[in-house]
């Protein structure tokens, strides 16, 4: 078993659209980056690599090689191959998402949905929480969105005890 931790976080545009763990929130300020911008799934992303001893999505999709607008979920999709490629698969996820003007309840179901349907997970083994900082800092100032998620990954079986890129 190895575990990973990852973090993401984008400041807030108001030209684009709100996603969260693959999910469009409507009527949300977007985020600002080159893909979709979605912290959730760039957060997962970075965990599973870590874990994995993969190292971070931005080595392996830098800017230059990804289309603007890209879909996370399509990134995340490429990582969980390389995880799988590398010699594990996911036994659970846990998320966090830290934003202030969102309530993130309503579209939770939709989201560990999402995701797991990417990492080709059971629902049941990925879960996605929300806090606010209480209006403390550039989340509770309204000025982006972070979020921080681990990953518990364990050997393929047919990888062998410590699977293929263990270190």
């Known amino acids: 078993m190895r575990v990973g931790l990852g973090f993401d976080v984008h400041a807030h545009d108001a030209a684009r659209s709100l996603v969260l763990g693959g999910v469009p929130?409507?009527?949300a300020r977007g985020l600002a980056g080159w893909s979709d911008a979605d912290v959730v799934s760039h957060a997962v992303a970075d965990a599973m690599l870590g874990a994995a001893g993969l190292g971070d999505l931005g080595s392996h999709f830098p800017t230059e090689s990804v289309p603007e607008g890209v879909s996370s979920?399509?990134?995340l999709a490429r990582?969980?191959?390389?995880?799988?490629?590398?010699g594990y698969r996911?036994?659970?996820l846990d998320c966090v998402v830290v934003i202030q003007e969102v309530r993130v309840g309503p579209h939770r179901a939709r989201m560990e949905e999402t995701l797991a349907a990417t990492l080709g997970a059971d629902r049941g083994s990925v879960?996605?929480?929300?806090?606010?900082?209480d209006h403390l800092g550039f989340t509770g100032r309204g000025e982006g969105v972070a979020a921080i998620a681990v990953a518990l990954l364990e050997t393929l079986p047919e990888s062998g005890e410590h699977g293929a890129g263990a270190g």
Do not use: D, F, P, W
């Not at 879960?127 to 900082?133: D, E, G, P, Q």
């Open 73 to 75: 979920q399509e990134l």
């Open 90 to 92: 996911l036994v659970n």
């Open 25 to 27: 929130i409507k009527g």
């Open 79 to 86: 990582v969980v191959r390389l995880v799988a490629g590398a």
């Open 127 to 133: 879960s996605v929480k929300a806090t606010t900082t």
